[in-house]
């Protein structure tokens, strides 16, 4: 008798245990408590970039105004002079980053007792902060839970003292429900810098619908941001991997945050369409929480180059080694006519990117016999069809795309000849049904393979497979280690 | 990589993670729907507690949403939330381990919401039948319970309990062991106190 452990019967338990769960329905209160929690929860969305020349402008225009914000005198220091120090713990409470957390010890945060009630609604002021390359206001709003309803829109406008709108940015907020009110906790972030202005104005225009204004006039000076902020010229880069280079431009020792300036080199023809989030990390291997891309800039898809600045949480004082690291980089190739309809945002795939069979017969039987290569070359890599059959009204693909290739599967297109056009068939939940697998990135190489499966039209002679969209990923990783001087 | 019927086809959910990460709350909801109900069976497996396993879940959602920018290769969402809701598991154990209840009246039993739970929706996520094997699961370390979960109750495969734990696949395979071991040593003692008749299941 063998004395092997044997655990089959425990095993056997469990797998019916599992069956058993995965067979059964997920409590509803499972269900609305995540959605409740996110409700509730900061969105530190990455804005869109700006694209092309308008992004291009805006750095030099920020270098600028960087430049000029240290001759500028101080106004109204006195006004941080007289803080008690409660915004600390307050943005603590509101989940805020740990720069924010630090501002009002660091000087660069003001602590205001500003409040409008307009039908009904009060809406207060609680804090600016004045960094160089953020602005953030804190506010609380509180007025009727039949009125306010969180998630609604809230329209807010901010000027300087000349009355120049100061666009961009982002807001976010929590909310809880006292008695019969609700109460909404957050900030409003107008990201770069808008250093020359003594004053702003915030006025908010609506909230959830109800009609304002709430207006406030807000001196805030820069003047101690900008003499906490430390700047250093780098241009130190990375090998070059898959033909690409990471260069790290600049990197900024801002009060609240460490903003670092990129520059990918090597991108000639490629679209910026996913994104490119480099990680920081301290010389004792500690990562660096990313905020937020403040903005990307390339003239034109014709540049070799791409910019992106990223914010990061403060690196701590003393800091002198940082390496960053970029593992993946994946970007769009769309066909030209969806190019054209999309403001050319996206570098357009040669027309030949299309797979064309013609149907004919074939001992009874009908057979698709390739009109066009089966294999065409995109970006230096492939998109195949290893087969394609005909069952009656059933066509069979299979496609593949290989290093790091991926075909959108939503975006394949088959038309007949007669311009008839076919989706594949979809489950109650609209997704596509096909059967996917995919290879890892790695050693192997990233790698998808599709089987496709439509029906067509019993009269259709020809078909023309088509791909819209397709997204390549080029591995790294691009690492850049680097001392500062400080 | 979950073993979730509702999982959607790898590039669906590189376009949401995408679209995101842009800011698109649709997308980030239909992305964590899509994997909701895999998580909170893998909370469940690992706490032993619907409400812990609900907190777990609400917890993940949260990181996720605040961390899904840097998620590297959209690809792996799967793996990469799964790991997320292990971590918070954890988290939960730890938090419950500082917490020193003030008399004895106050303790409950060892499975006392889940038995309310198992009572108030019968056949709900099998809870009642199975009780000697969860007070069992309970016993377990956390590590332990983590890899059991993945591998039986998911029904993954070895290689893939490794690649969201982040472990090589013999560690996988040690805790497996170990982890059977002690799951048949609690299970063989729980079997006279339960089932009276046991003697007639001995081997």
């Not at chain 1, 989940?95 to 010890?105: F, I, K, N, P």
């Not at chain 1, 900008?226 to 600049?250: C, F, H, M, R, T």
């Not at chain 2, 290769?73 to 938090?95: L, S």
Request: aromatic share 8%; charged share 25%; proline share 5%.
């Amino acid at each position: 008798m063998s004395k092997r452990e044997s655990f089959d019967r425990e095993e056997k338990q469990l797998k019916e245990y599992g069956l058993a769960l995965r067979s059964a329905q997920m409590p509803e209160t499972a269900k609305r408590r995540w959605r409740d929690a996110i409700k509730n929860a900061k969105t530190p969305w990455f804005r869109p970039r700006l694209k092309g020349y308008y992004a291009a402008a805006a750095v030099p225009a920020a270098v600028i105004l960087l430049c000029l914000v240290s001759v500028l005198a101080s106004p109204t220091m006195a006004l941080y002079a007289g803080s008690v120090p409660i915004l600390g713990p307050f943005f603590k409470a509101l989940g805020a980053d740990r720069g924010l957390q630090m501002s009002q010890e660091l000087g660069v945060s003001q602590q205001l007792e500003l409040s409008e009630t307009v039908n009904g609604i009060e809406f207060e002021l609680v804090s600016v902060v004045a960094d160089v390359s953020r602005t953030v206001f804190a506010f609380r709003i509180t007025g009727p839970s039949d009125r306010v309803e969180p998630g609604e829109m809230i329209d807010v406008s901010v000027t300087d003292q000349w009355g120049r709108s100061i666009g961009g940015g982002s807001m976010w907020y929590k909310h809880e429900y006292v008695d019969d009110q609700v109460i909404l906790t957050g900030t409003i972030t107008k990201d770069g810098m808008i250093t020359m202005t003594r004053h702003l104005n915030l006025v908010v225009n609506s909230i959830s619908g109800v009609k304002g204004p709430w207006e406030f006039k807000i001196p805030v000076s820069y003047n101690r941001a900008a003499a906490l902020s430390e700047s250093y010229d780098l241009g130190v880069v990375s090998d070059e991997i898959n033909g690409i280079q990471l260069e790290v431009v600049k990197l900024e020792c801002n009060a609240t945050e460490t903003v670092v300036t990129y520059r990918f080199h090597g991108l000639r023809g490629w679209e910026d369409g996913l994104m490119f989030l480099p990680r920081l990390y301290t010389g004792d291997g500690t990562p660096t929480t990313p905020l937020r891309n403040l903005r990307a800039s390339r003239s034109d898809l014709s540049d070799d180059h791409l910019v992106e600045t990223v914010a990061y949480e403060p690196i701590p004082d003393g800091t002198t080694t940082l390496r960053v690291e970029h593992e993946a980089i994946g970007m769009v190739y769309l066909m030209p006519e969806i190019a054209e309809r999309r403001g050319n945002m996206a570098r357009a795939m040669p027309d030949t990117l299309k797979f064309e069979f013609a149907v004919t017969e074939d001992a009874g039987s009908r057979i698709l016999e390739p009109n066009s290569p089966r294999e065409i070359a995109v970006w230096g890599t492939t998109v195949e069809i290893t087969e394609a059959q005909v069952n009656g009204n059933e066509v069979i693909f299979k496609v593949r795309g290989t290093d790091g290739l991926l075909v959108d599967i939503n975006g394949f297109m088959l038309v007949d000849n007669t311009g008839r056009h076919y989706q594949l068939p979809h489950d109650s939940a609209g997704n596509f049904e096909s059967e996917t697998k995919f290879g890892h990135l790695g050693t192997e190489g990233l790698h998808f393979e599709y089987t496709l499966r439509y029906t067509v039209g019993g009269d259709a002679q020809g078909l023309t497979l088509s791909f819209p969209h397709v997204t390549k990923y080029v591995e790294g990783p691009w690492v850049v280690e680097f001392e500062l001087d400080r | 990589m979950l073993a979730n019927d509702d999982k959607l086809p790898v590039a669906q959910v590189v376009a949401l993670v995408k679209d995101a990460v842009r800011g698109d709350m649709s997308s980030f909801e239909e992305l964590f729907t899509s994997a909701e109900k895999a998580l909170y069976r893998v909370g469940l497996g690992i706490t032993g507690n619907p409400e812990d396993a609900e907190d777990a879940l609400a917890e993940t959602a949260l990181v996720t949403l605040e961390s899904l920018a840097t998620l590297r290769r959209p690809e792996y969402f799967y793996t990469w939330v799964t790991r997320i809701v292990i971590n918070q598991c954890y988290t939960i154990g730890r938090r419950q381990k500082k917490i020193v209840p003030l008399s004895s009246s106050a303790v409950e039993g060892p499975d006392s919401s889940a038995e309310d739970y198992g009572a108030s929706q019968p056949g709900t996520w099998a809870w009642a039948e199975y009780q000697d094997l969860r007070q069992a699961l309970k016993e377990l370390t956390s590590e332990h319970r983590a890899v059991v979960v993945l591998r039986f109750i998911e029904d993954l495969p070895v290689a893939d309990v490794a690649r969201i734990l982040d472990i090589p696949e013999g560690t996988v395979k040690s805790r497996l062991h170990h982890a059977l071991k002690g799951l048949q040593r609690k299970l063989r003692d729980s079997r006279p106190h339960h089932h009276p008749a046991g003697g007639a299941q001995s081997e």
